[in-house]
């Protein structure tokens, strides 16, 4: 019986999905065509991305065997802010992005995502921000100009006041216990350059949602937590990479899922699994 359960979970949830990306993208194509002309485009995609995380979050609001528990009150976010988290599972923006709603954040993802049908045509509607990897460096080259153009688009999502959402390890972690991956700089410089606000948060469980390795979803509980803003422009770029590394790791030893560590050496990072810093 139990070997059932998450092949009924994994049908549930990927109808659920379907359906959810279905109803976002009709609703998305329609602001689209009646706006397209007479609205700004920051506007009409920040519409699409109202739409695609409020349909988002039904994958988690009606799904019985998932649970979100949400375990801090949010800070005001003035919207030039940079939301930070530790990354476990493709499982992890439905349940930061429920969490977060009705804040509004563009995530950065890789670029084939955005070619799935209705899923992908949703994130580009709502103005999501890929980044093109080529099949050098063991799958983690990047295309010619990606990056640059990733960092400069979100520098100006940034300056008209559209928090963006980043990973900073780049990859999911393996183990939630273990420390965290080490951190890419890209996100960091440029909240140093722009003096942006850094909203730290921490997401534990969601390795059980959806395994890093496994084709079929599980029943989980899931916790997000989230930290003070951190000004940017108060740091170095070591001491700011060091100053949000910790307080994501306090963050998420302090889930009730997570065992008792030794906190010092769970801030050392990990080495990251992709052979290059792509942001």
């Known amino acids: 019986i139990m070997s059932v359960v998450p092949v009924i979970v994994t049908v549930y949830t990927v109808t659920l999905m379907l359906l959810s990306w279905f109803v976002s993208f009709i609703l998305e194509s329609i602001v689209t065509i009646l706006t ?19 349909c988002s979050s039904i994958l988690i ?12 009150k949010w800070p005001k976010c003035t919207g030039n802010t940079i939301f930070m988290a530790n990354h476990l599972s493709n499982a992890d923006p439905w349940f930061l992005c429920t969490a977060l709603f009705p804040w509004e954040t563009k995530w950065i993802a890789k670029g084939s995502l955005f070619k799935i049908p209705l899923g992908g ?17 063991q799958g983690w080259g990047t295309e010619k100009g990606s990056v640059g153009k990733m960092m400069a688009v979100s520098a100006s999502l940034l ?4 928090p963006v959402f980043v990973f900073p390890e780049g990859v999911r972690a393996k183990d939630q216990t273990k420390p965290l991956l080490e ?5 960091f410089q440029l909240a140093i350059q722009e003096k942006l606000e850094i909203i730290p948060m921490a ?40 100053k949000v590394r910790t307080v994501i790791t306090l963050l998420k030893c302090s889930h009730p899922d997570m065992p008792k560590l030794d906190l010092l050496s769970c801030i050392n990072p990990e080495p990251s699994d992709s052979p290059d810093k792509v942001c």
């Not at 300056?159 to 559209?162: M, R, W």
Request: glycine letters at 10%; charged letters at 25%.
């Open 61 to 72: 609001r009606l799904n019985p065997f998932w649970k979100l528990k949400v375990l801090t």
């Open 159 to 162: 300056k008209n006041k559209q």
């Open 203 to 242: 997401v534990t469980g969601t390795g059980k949602a959806w395994p890093r390795d496994g084709a079929l979803f599980g029943c989980a509980t899931v916790y997000v937590s989230c930290g003070e803003p951190i000004k940017a422009g108060d740091y170095n770029l070591a001491e700011l990479k060091d």
């Open 183 to 187: 951190f890419k700089d890209g996100f």
């Open 36 to 54: 397209y002309f007479i609205v700004h485009p920051v506007t009409r995609r920040r519409i699409c991305g109202q739409i695609f995380r409020g």
């Open 121 to 137: 045509w949703c994130m580009a509607m709502a103005g999501d921000i890929p980044v093109k990897f080529t099949k050098e460096k």
